[in-house]
């Protein structure tokens, strides 16, 4: 971190190692996920969306191509940055999920575009077999790359109320392999599942904090329209107010080392899809509250590990 930054945001690195704002685009490139498939379960997890949580992602097969979906979507964005650089971001669904073959023509046409300068797959941790493992180590030699796990909670009950089919053991798994092949990972926590308690939620973070990730995805729990949450609890409402959400967010960082990057600390959902809460879109209010609540408290990332190494 420098100067009055309080956390380790994954932007500034970015900007670090390509020398300009980066950006991700988000591919569908038509994978699916086994626990909508029928190999694991046909509905998905209860907070998955029916695009699989890549509603933002360009869909590469319903245009012609890889290349048309990279170039729609930096047109779309190169009036806000014209100068980005940009990471192919495969998104949607399970991004490992697909014969080997299949993944490596994807993964290769995306790293091939010479406007792509790196590549980030977001994927289950059960879905990294070693040949998966293979081809990924063989990427990483060459490109700038990360893989994000949806870890979500170290909670056995949550990850079985929300029917997941894998849980903290799968990740743990996971994540050591790919750290021992040098490859960068990123873990995805899902901040307000319910029946979670505060002291639940940290304790999650905690045990991502203990683990060798390059970085950390903190996601505001959106209940979405299409989602089988949505179904099951209607009403459900994650957190009360913002405020209540900055101040947990806040407790997170601190325990989280400084040298992790922070990907995300809130939602990112269409509104037109949003259920609850109702204010999650408010995506800059939240970070302002966020850095507001840092300020206030004269707290940075990782504060608590430091006070904890002390202490020992
Ligand atoms: S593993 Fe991911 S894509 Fe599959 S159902 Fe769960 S959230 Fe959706």
Not at 71 to 89: F, M, T
Not at 108 to 117: G, V
């Amino acid at each position: 971190m420098q100067g009055g930054e309080r956390y380790n945001s994954i932007s500034d690195r970015l900007r670090e190692e390509f020398g300009r704002k980066t950006v991700k685009l988000g591919i569908d490139a038509g994978f699916t996920c086994p626990n909508r498939d029928g190999t694991l379960g046909y509905g998905g997890c209860a907070f998955c969306s029916e695009g699989g949580s890549g509603e933002l992602s360009a869909h590469a097969e319903d245009i012609s191509g890889m290349s048309e979906s990279i170039g729609i979507q930096i047109e779309r964005l190169s009036g806000k940055w014209p100068d980005a650089a940009y990471l192919a971001y495969f998104q949607a669904f399970t991004g490992t999920y697909a014969p080997v073959p299949v993944l490596r023509r994807r993964y290769y046409e995306a790293l091939s575009d010479p406007r792509i300068s790196g590549i980030v797959i977001s994927t289950r941790p059960d879905c990294l077999g070693e040949d998966v493992l293979d081809l990924l180590e063989e990427i990483n030699r060459d490109h700038f790359m990360w893989v994000e796990l949806g870890l979500q909670t170290i909670h056995r009950a949550t990850s079985d109320e929300m029917g997941m089919g894998y849980d903290v053991s799968d990740f743990d798994r996971s994540c050591r392999r790919l750290a021992s092949r040098g490859i960068r990972v990123v873990a995805h926590l899902i901040l307000g599942l319910p029946g979670e308690t505060r002291e639940m939620m940290l304790g999650s973070v905690k045990h991502v904090a203990s683990m060798p990730v390059y970085g950390v995805k903190l996601h505001l729990m959106n209940v979405v329209k299409n989602s089988r949450l949505y179904g099951m609890m209607p009403g459900y409402t994650p957190f009360d107010s913002i405020d209540e959400y900055v101040e947990l967010v806040t407790e997170c960082l601190e325990y989280i080392p400084e040298d992790i990057t922070i990907h995300r600390l809130t939602g990112d959902v269409p509104r037109r899809y949003l259920v609850s809460p109702e204010w999650s879109y408010k995506k800059r209010t939240i970070l302002n509250g966020i850095n507001r609540r840092l300020k206030e408290k004269d707290i940075r990332q990782g504060d608590r590990c430091l006070r904890m190494s002390t202490e020992a």
